[in-house]
């Protein structure tokens, strides 16, 4: 079972911030095909939220395809994102580091690597379309 | 399902002063609605005249689709914590229960207990030794042991340290998600309503501003920041809820049903707490909304 937590100040609707977490939930492998998620009722009791946003975030789940609900039951995982799993790129994660440790040595602190990080993301994704 | 509370030009006089003028609301089922405004606006009269406590001056109100005439089937609908949550000093927690368990009769013993079990409670103890935040858990207990279908909160988290508030608010969504319960909670802090609310009310010297959807209500409000304008520049369709003008530039808070026309200016969505400060400020300063930039008060 998977706890989540929501960040009052980042400004991502709540709703979303769940879904979010899911998916890295996935990710990091933390969660794979068949496992529950935690039923809105035990999600409001830890994170005091209206039950409404947990059911909207879970019926958002099931439109992107990656849960499913079973009345009476709960709500399961029903796609992983197995190939898309961290620990199955090690090589590239390596690359990253190597990349990092340059970036270092040019002079880059976090917050300049953080920006070029995502600008390039971004410019790669637009180049994509 | 009959609307949580439809009221219809409600007022309510002391004397001479109007506590709650001309209100009209219509919110539909199955929300948790924050009930906003500064101290003295009229929250606590208009929860005591939905839970029948008050009768109004003027007006109709409808909670749950019934008129609140304190009959006992409207009051087993409904569960009340007033205000610094009270409870029974010289009785001890499981005497409260006992008390519940008489007076009501939809009262539900089982969650009752397992709600004093799982929050740490001694049974033995007497309500006047519990701090704060065990007194407000305890009343709230009591209110949904009772099975209601609206609960109705006063201020119910305002005396509380954070660590009792959240403790609190889990214990009430926990509630509200369990047996499907609406609720309706006050507060003069956007703050401590704005995770659990999905319905919000603002109320101001007696009136309400703003009521509706926090979604919607989030989604169709703008700030506008442009060079210095008169508000009569912007393009129409445009409701200014609030504007402020410096030497050079204008800031404007307006909201739209449409989509927000392009233009020269920079927009962007507003938190919760700016969205409803913006209207406690227009209602406070109603000359200051019509300020132009030359500062004459048309």
Known sequence: ?129 | MNAILRAQALGKKYGRREALTDCTLEIPPGHVVGLVGPNGAGKTTLLKIACGMLAPTSGRIEVLGEEPNGAPAHLAKVGYVAQETPTYASLTVADHLTLGARMNPRWDAKLASARVEQLGLDPKQKAGKLSGGQRAQLALTVAVAKRPELLILDEPVASLDPLARRGFLRHLMESVAENDTSAILSSHLVSDLERVCDYLVVLVTSRVHLAGETEVLLAQHYRLVCTRRAESDLPPGLDVIWAEHSDRQSTFVVRTEAELPTGDWSAEHLELEDLVLSYMERAAAPARRTTTPTGDAR
Do not use: C
């Not at chain 1, 095909?33 to 939220?49: C, F, H, M, N, Y």
């Open chain 1, 1 to 129: 079972m998977i706890d989540f937590h929501l960040d009052a100040r980042s400004g991502v609707a709540p709703y979303l911030q769940i879904v979010g977490q899911v998916r890295q939930a996935l990710l990091l492998g933390l969660l794979s095909e068949g496992d529950k998620l935690p039923t809105v009722k035990e999600v409001v009791a830890k994170v005091a939220i209206n039950p409404n946003t947990v059911s909207k975030a879970y019926r958002e789940l099931e439109y992107l395809g990656l849960a499913a609900a079973k009345p009476g039951v709960g709500t399961f995982i029903i796609r992983s994102l197995g190939d898309a799993s961290l620990a199955a790129h090690a090589p590239l994660q390596q690359e990253l580091r190597t990349w990092l440790i340059k970036a270092r040595a040019a002079g880059l602190t976090e917050p300049g690597i953080d920006a070029m990080f995502q600008n390039t993301l971004r410019e790669s994704a637009e180049e994509e379309k």
